[in-house]
């Protein structure tokens, strides 16, 4: 008898958390903030009348980046969201367009194809799903998404950095297959959330992403948000005040 393949379990305990900052570095974060944002979060959505059926716990999505999307989506209302990694913040995306408040055009990447196709099942934007393929650059070598493959027909208003993951040693760098998308974000503005950035592979991307905006001259603003993740913010133009949510 064939056994049916169940879908991984993503989720990181605190103290793996731990584990995982002494052996890979990175920044400090402040737990203890996560409730402000949870608050907050729910108010909001209540107001909406979505209900709260999210799970922003393990290694999902935090309340900081829940919060994050939520509040840049109802303040500035980017025309083109791009996500990488299927997740909460899909599920949220989705809720948003359901109810109204957006009227983006939304598009998720994800590897896992039983995971794209479980998180798939509860949305109705399209997940993309991209292979893994090495990637040689700045030094690093590590596997991402293969966004050769990934078909765009205009600009990016929002870019969410939230995948591959990038807690084991192998896919420390992964997300930094993002740097290719950067020339696609809009010129007249845009705004693009690293997630984990308290990560050093993260945060090592978040150094590569400004250098990149400085080497082209683009303005803009930095700012982020840090609870028991960091997500750090880069903003141009109309979005500049994202950076500062």
Not at 27 to 32: A, D, L, N
Not at 38 to 60: L, N, T, Y
Not at 127 to 141: A, N, S, T
Not at 188 to 206: N, P, Q, T, Y
Request: with cysteine.
């Amino acid at each position: 008898m064939t056994e049916t393949p169940s879908i991984k379990d993503r989720s990181v305990s605190f103290a793996e958390r731990v584990v995982q900052r002494l052996v890979f570095g990175g920044r400090r974060t402040f737990p203890g903030l996560e409730p402000v944002y949870q608050r907050i979060f729910e108010r909001e959505i209540a107001k909406m009348g979505i209900a709260d059926e999210f799970f922003p716990v393990g290694s999902a999505a935090n309340y900081g980046l829940m919060y994050a999307v939520l509040r840049v989506i109802c303040q500035f209302k980017p025309k083109f969201i791009l996500e990488l990694g299927a997740g909460q913040t899909s599920l949220l995306l989705d809720r948003l367009a359901r109810v109204g408040i957006l009227e983006s055009k939304i598009l998720t990447v994800e590897h896992d194809p039983l995971w794209s196709a479980h998180v798939g099942d509860q949305i109705r934007h399209q997940i993309q799903r991209l292979d893994l393929k090495p990637y040689e650059d700045d030094g690093l070598r590590y596997v991402g998404y293969d966004i050769a493959a990934l078909s765009l027909d205009e600009p990016i208003d929002m870019l969410l950095v939230d995948g591959p993951p990038g807690g084991e040693a192998r896919l420390k760098h992964s997300r930094h297959g993002c740097m290719g998308l950067l020339e696609r974000l809009n010129p007249d503005g845009f705004v693009v959330i690293v997630d984990d950035a308290e990560r050093s592979g993260e945060a090592k991307l978040c150094g590569r992403i400004a250098g990149y905006f400085r080497k082209a001259n683009i303005e803009f603003k930095r700012g982020h948000i840090t609870t028991n993740k960091r997500q750090e913010i880069f903003a141009s133009g109309p979005y500049s005040g994202a950076a500062y949510i």
